[in-house]
């Protein structure tokens, strides 16, 4: 597994750092022979099953494959084809919304069905269950697309959706926001394709597409939990230790810094374990995976999840 899974050519910033995740893979030494792309360096942390591999990616380098060449004592263990996609004409000038906006807020799963084939996705045990309140009741990215012309006549300009990313809990996980995979559509909902083809219908309406982004926590049967790649990727050394949720403890001078401590690096539950975004490895595959969905859906607009309960420091270098 290497993530982020692709990268593009013409970024502001030339850096980009992999995360490789795969067995015994720190043993290995990349190498990549494409102009334009070097290795700067190869870092290697507690687990040995992760490498983070930093790259830079020359302004001139052309669009392709990059072949990363895995090698042990000289020769290659396996080798990796990693795109480098060329930007879509003004994006680096995109606009955001604004005061002008009227922004709709959609929980995808409660919206629309539009294919009943994603309803039960074999492997997630979180099926369709319109029974109960906290059960997954069918709404899909296809389900929206469909009503696109209804949202238009209401007048909307922006489309907020609830994070629709991978969410494989064993239940209650309708709602989004224990991500096991920040990479990947939730198959119940649709796919990174029809994500892509929803942002392009809506702009055809001149409707932006606004993702809800959770920097805070994950889910926990995410697949990093079974296999962490440092011991202090997880706050609290990755056991349930819950928030008090007393907010006011961040800006109240007084504030002992236990609460400040246990209000930003508590759990919300026990399924959502708090991320440590003072690990750098971890605050920058944060910040790449925002910028990667930007690029990606041609996005308009970011909600950030709970954020008060994220590290200061990180917020204010992710923003940059």
């Not at 394709?193 to 392009?200: K, M, P, V």
């Not at 920058?284 to 859906?297: C, F, R, S, V």
């Amino acid at each position: 597994r290497i993530e982020p899974m692709s990268w593009w050519v013409g970024m502001k910033d030339p850096r980009l750092q992999l995360l490789v995740h795969g067995p015994k893979v720190a043993e290995l030494e990349p190498a990549v022979d494409y102009a334009g792309v070097a290795i700067t360096g190869i870092e290697r942390v507690a687990n040995p099953n992760y490498l983070f591999v930093n790259l830079t990616v020359a302004p001139d380098t052309r669009p392709g494959n990059v072949r990363i060449d895995f090698r042990r004592k000289g020769r290659s263990v396996v080798t990796h084809d990693y795109p480098l996609a060329a930007r879509e004409p003004g994006s680096a000038e995109r606009k955001g919304f604004g005061p002008e906006d009227v922004i709709y807020l959609v929980m995808p799963d409660r919206f629309a069905n539009g294919s009943a084939s994603n309803d039960t996705v074999k492997g997630l045990a979180d099926g369709l269950d319109r029974k109960t309140s906290l059960g997954r009741h069918g709404g899909d990215l296809q389900g929206m697309i469909n009503h696109l012309d209804y949202l238009t006549t209401m007048g909307f300009t922006q489309l907020w959706l609830n994070p629709v990313v991978e969410n494989a809990q064993p239940k209650f996980s309708y709602h989004g926001y224990a991500i096991t995979d920040f990479y990947k559509v939730d198959p119940r909902i649709g796919t990174n394709d029809d994500y892509r083809r929803l942002a392009a219908e809506a702009r055809k309406r001149k409707i932006g597409l606004i993702k809800d982004v959770v920097l805070n926590h994950c889910g926990s049967e995410h697949w990093w939990m079974k296999d962490l790649p440092t011991p202090d990727w997880i706050n609290n050394e990755g056991k349930f230790v819950a928030t008090h949720h007393v907010r006011e403890s961040l800006q109240d001078p007084h504030a002992s810094e236990d609460d400040r401590r246990t209000f930003a690096d508590g759990w919300f539950v026990e399924t959502m374990p708090d991320m440590n975004q003072r690990n750098p490895f971890l605050a920058t595959y944060l910040i790449q995976n925002t910028l990667w969905w930007i690029e990606y859906a041609d996005l308009r607009g970011l909600r950030i999840d709970t954020y008060p309960y994220s590290d200061r420091a990180f917020l204010t270098e992710w923003s940059r």
